[in-house]
């Protein structure tokens, strides 16, 4: 067990629809990573917030948005879902998270089926 | 072409095989390399961290890196049905984009008893 937890587990939805992804990271941890896991595209960095703001942005889609509130949690938003966007969705966390090299402890995974 | 390049198999072995699993890289400002274990349907989890050229071990597993030609390996001595998993290789640097974890696109493995 990471210490980094995701709910829910499993999300069915339809296309247009939008819906939230949550992620809580380990204790202390200031940093939540999100990426996007889809067969054909492997593992992909969407976006990292560091205690409340944004650090760095990746292949993320102006349809989606992320916000860390100031418990450190974090929410991933994915609106005007497409028959695409069904993928896994992981969330990951460091202690800090302002230079490279931090193991990232990945959490459990959201698996986001879109119809 | 892709930053990190990693054979994505299917590979299958007998049990007690060796593994040796590869990823080769371009960008020259990656300086952290890691080898994740991802079970089917969890989040990959941490198998080894190296940071310099050379070889690291830790029980069965044995990371290995040469920079000079952008070259990582993970060995697996004594291979178990229970190493039977998607092996994820990452890196990252100091510096710009390569700040960030970029990934291979990982290898399936599966050990057969």
């Known amino acids: 067990d990471s210490g980094v937890t995701q709910t829910p587990k499993h999300l069915i939805t339809a296309t247009g629809q939008r819906v939230t992804l949550r992620c809580s990271p380990r204790?202390?941890?200031?940093?939540v990573y999100w990426y996007q896991q889809s067969l054909d595209q492997g593992l992909q960095f969407l976006i990292q917030?560091?205690?409340?703001?944004?650090?760095a942005k990746g292949n993320i889609l102006e349809r989606f948005s992320a916000q860390q509130f100031p418990d450190l949690h974090s929410e991933l938003n994915l609106s005007s879902l497409e028959l695409g966007d069904s993928a896994l969705y992981f969330c990951?966390?460091?202690?800090?998270?302002?230079?490279?090299?931090?193991?990232?402890?990945f959490g459990p995974g959201t698996r986001l089926l879109v119809l | 072409q892709k930053e990190v390049e990693q054979d994505p198999g299917p590979l299958s072995v007998p049990e007690g095989a060796i593994v040796s699993l590869n990823c080769t890289y371009s960008?020259?400002?990656?300086?952290?390399f890691m080898w994740y274990r991802q079970y089917s349907r969890k989040g990959p989890e941490l198998l080894m961290y190296?940071?310099?050229?050379g070889n690291k071990e830790d029980g069965r597993f044995t990371a290995q890196v040469d920079k000079s030609s952008k070259y990582i390996s993970l060995f697996i001595r004594d291979s178990q049905p229970s190493d039977s998993a998607t092996y994820l290789c990452?890196?990252?640097?100091?510096?710009?984009?390569?700040?960030?974890?970029?990934f291979g696109s990982g290898t399936q493995l599966t050990v057969l008893p």
């Open positions: 990951a966390s460091t202690a800090g998270g302002t230079s490279g090299g931090e193991t990232q402890y």
């Open positions: 204790s202390g941890d200031l940093s």
């Open positions: 917030y560091y205690n409340g703001e944004e650090r």
């Open positions: 960008n020259s400002a990656f300086q952290y």
């Open positions: 190296t940071y310099s050229s």
């Open positions: 990452a890196m990252t640097g100091s510096s710009g984009s390569a700040r960030q974890l970029t």
